[in-house]
């Protein structure tokens, strides 16, 4: 059964830094991985989608890579703001029992500190 | 664009109490899903329609029922609302194919007492 973890839980830094946020999956049969941002009693936002076929995406200040074989994905976000404050999702495609299903990590909550 | 829209966004319910959460999207997606979002966990799958007329169970089916109306709407049903069921839904849908985004309501906020 494809499991989705996002360490670390929580994460606080100060304005300006980069940095990167992990996503880990238990089973490499995916065919997709998406990085989501929600922002407090909203819906979620699709930020990126990396193909199984590609290594990574980048859009704006973000970028997402991905590294099936062992798992892994990362997203990386560049001189931060305390606009990126937010929970981040990561969530991998896969085939259910009869159509694509999404599976999800609990979320990274992300705080920028001016 | 509307995209993806939730209605109610907060609802209080007694336990035994019923109500349908109403979800509608405006992008002729085929699939739409309903999730529920609790503290510390991920998204859990309750129901999916992968195509007007057709619904499948997820993970977590159990106290609740969906419709396809039609291609725009699917709602969710709490026939006997339970405290364990007092959880943030999402309503989401994807358009066809494999690499396609998956959008998002606003999400209801639901708490049984």
């Known amino acids: 059964k494809q499991e989705v973890t996002q360490i670390p839980a929580a994460l606080s ?3 300006g830094e980069n940095l990167v946020l992990n996503c880990s999956f238990t089973d490499s049969a995916i065919y997709n991985l998406q990085w989501f941002r929600q922002d407090p009693g909203k819906g979620l936002t699709s930020l990126l989608l990396i193909q199984s ?4 995406q980048t859009s704006g200040r973000l970028n997402a890579s991905l590294d ?6 990362t997203l990386y976000i560049a001189a931060s703001q305390p606009g990126d404050s937010a929970t981040y999702l990561c969530a991998v495609l896969t085939m259910g029992d009869s159509n694509y299903q999404l599976i999800w990590g609990a979320g990274t909550k992300l705080i920028i500190k001016p | 664009n509307a995209g993806v829209t939730q ?6 319910l007694k336990t035994g109490q019923s109500m349908t959460l109403q979800c509608a999207q405006d992008m002729n997606h085929n699939s739409m899903y309903w999730y529920r979002q609790d503290p510390g966990m ?3 799958l309750i129901y999916y329609s992968a195509s007007e007329g057709t619904t499948d169970k997820g993970e977590v089916p159990n106290g609740y029922n969906v419709s396809r109306l039609n291609k725009r709407e699917f ?3 709490l026939e006997s609302a339970a405290p364990s069921q007092t959880s943030v839904y999402f309503c989401a849908s994807r358009g066809p194919g494999m690499n396609t985004e998956a959008f998002f309501g606003q999400g209801t906020r639901l708490t049984v007492v």
């Not at chain 2, 209605?7 to 209080?12: D, E, L």
């Open chain 2, 42 to 44: 991920g998204l859990r």
């Open chain 1, 68 to 73: 099936k074989s062992s798992g892994r994905s």
């Open chain 1, 13 to 15: 830094v100060p304005e």
């Open chain 2, 75 to 77: 709602s969710l049903r």
């Open chain 1, 53 to 56: 076929s590609q290594r990574e």
């Open chain 2, 7 to 12: 209605t109610p966004k907060f609802q209080v």
